[in-house]
T-cell receptor
């Protein structure tokens, strides 16, 4: 199975700070890179996604940066809020997705 | 719009017993996925259906796991017999189609299985 490596495993950020989560993939055929947010007891929910023909995508406080040559992409959460505290998963693939292991984000008040 | 429904939400069984999970996808979604999420890890695809046909079951442990999607709507995932390492959350997801790669997958709340 093609791997998607995600870091860090956990992250603590102060309210108002910037949260940054990184992912790296191996398969150059992947052409869809979503980020999912998961709260305890819930299924993952799509947060934001990017295609490899753009280097950055922004939706509100959430930004994906994509580096095709390095096979890396990252999620930036600006002005992090306590309500952002959740587990975040990156994924990559085509019609099927390979998920990273997740990053547990805690935003302290 | 109703989301992906799954039942039961929780299940506790002893090893070597059998168990079944049910999923009802979002109406009109042709593609259905079953994932296994072990504590502390990301979801791992077990099987993908397009309507009632299997697209990918390469990671399904076929000696003990089986899944079906009759009539291209609801789906069931069965484990028989269960092992301790099957303890996990089983997530069902659906999407409009897997023909296009840019299709959002909508996840259900999952079934938490504990095997004792």
């Amino acid at each position: 199975q093609q791997q998607v490596k995600q870091s860090p495993q956990s992250l603590i950020v102060q309210k108002g700070g910037i949260s940054i989560i990184n992912c790296a993939y191996e398969n150059t055929a992947f052409d869809y890179f979503p980020w999912y947010q998961q709260f305890p007891g819930k299924g993952p929910a799509l947060l934001i996604a990017i295609r490899p023909d753009v280097s950055e995508k922004k939706e509100g406080r959430f930004t994906i940066s994509f580096n095709k040559s390095a096979k890396q992409f990252s999620l930036h959460i600006m002005d992090s809020q306590p309500g952002d505290s959740a587990t975040y998963f990156c994924a990559a693939g085509y019609s099927t997705l390979t998920f990273g292991k997740g990053t547990m984000l805690l935003v302290s008040p | 719009e109703a989301g992906v429904a799954q039942s039961p939400r929780y299940k506790i069984i002893e090893k070597r017993q059998s168990v079944a999970f049910w999923c009802n996808p979002i109406s009109g979604h042709a593609t259905l996925y079953w994932y296994q999420q072990i504590l502390g890890q990301g979801p791992k695809l077990l099987i993908q259906f397009q309507n009632n046909g299997v697209v990918d079951d390469s990671q399904l442990p076929k000696d003990r796991f089986s899944a079906e999607r009759l009539k291209g709507v609801d789906s069931t995932l069965k484990i028989q017999p269960a092992k301790l390492e099957d303890s996990a959350v089983y997530l069902c997801a659906s999407s409009l189609s897997s023909v296009s790669s840019y299709n959002e997958q909508f996840f259900g709340p999952g079934t938490r299985l504990t095997v004792l």
